[in-house]
């Protein structure tokens, strides 16, 4: 009898051996460049958005893997803004960091739209992509670095969604960020190259386009 049971145990053991063994292929679900952010708030792949019929709204271009970012990653929205100014009048500080390394664009465009005195065209017209509940902003200096390093793996895939590509030319390339120009935040903010990752002082009064993105927390 006891030869039965150590018999039984055996192949019992040795089944679950096997079963612990067997190859399984399990999805990734890691969120990664060039996942797309649909409008219910979830990441997955351009292709799995498709098949499950939901409608993307950014494409994911960064993962966050500094003490110094927020989240888990960063998405760019698929368009432009239209071109408007970073203030109304050039006379008021808007109380940015003023910081070119800092990946605060949240915090930026928010003391932008609050700041007394002055109004912000540039940070009231981010709020109009907020249709889906999404927490947009003009990106840092940092994030707009960021994604000038990440455009040409991005770019295929915002195409995919029916975005506006990330352009190279000279004349479509300059693009607010949200940081105002050190010893000079009266007056100045940084415009960015997404086609050459150049910087360019500019009076804050002038209009120009924008690309928001969204801090990530999944």
Excluded at 90 to 101: L, P
Excluded at 138 to 146: E, G, K
Excluded at 166 to 194: N, R
Aim: net charge negative; charged share 20%.
């Amino acid at each position: 009898m006891k030869s039965i049971k150590t018999f039984i145990f055996s192949m019992a053991l040795l089944t679950t051996v096997v079963s612990c063994d067997e190859h399984r292929d399990f999805p990734d679900t890691a969120m990664k460049p060039c996942h797309v952010l649909c409008t219910d708030g979830k990441v997955t792949t351009y292709e799995t958005c498709k098949e499950q019929g939901k409608t993307p709204i950014a494409v994911v271009f960064n993962i966050n893997q500094s003490e110094k970012m927020e989240g888990t990653g960063y998405a760019v929205f698929l368009h432009d803004l239209y071109p408007s100014a970073f203030a109304d009048t050039i006379s008021v500080k808007q109380n940015t960091s003023a910081d070119v390394t800092a990946y605060d664009g949240n915090v930026n465009t928010y003391k932008m739209f609050t700041t007394k005195d002055v109004d912000s065209p540039l940070a009231e017209s981010v709020f109009s992509v907020w249709t889906y509940g999404q927490s947009a902003y003009i990106p840092s200096v940092a994030q707009m670095r960021l994604l000038y390093e990440s455009r040409c793996l991005i770019n295929p895939i915002i195409i995919k969604c029916g975005g506006d590509p990330i352009p190279d030319t000279p004349d479509e390339c300059w693009y607010w960020t949200s940081t105002e120009v050190e010893g000079q935040e009266t007056v100045k903010a940084w415009l960015f190259s997404l086609g050459s990752g150049a910087l360019q002082e500019t009076p804050k009064d002038q209009a120009h386009k924008a690309r928001p993105i969204i801090t990530l927390y999944n």
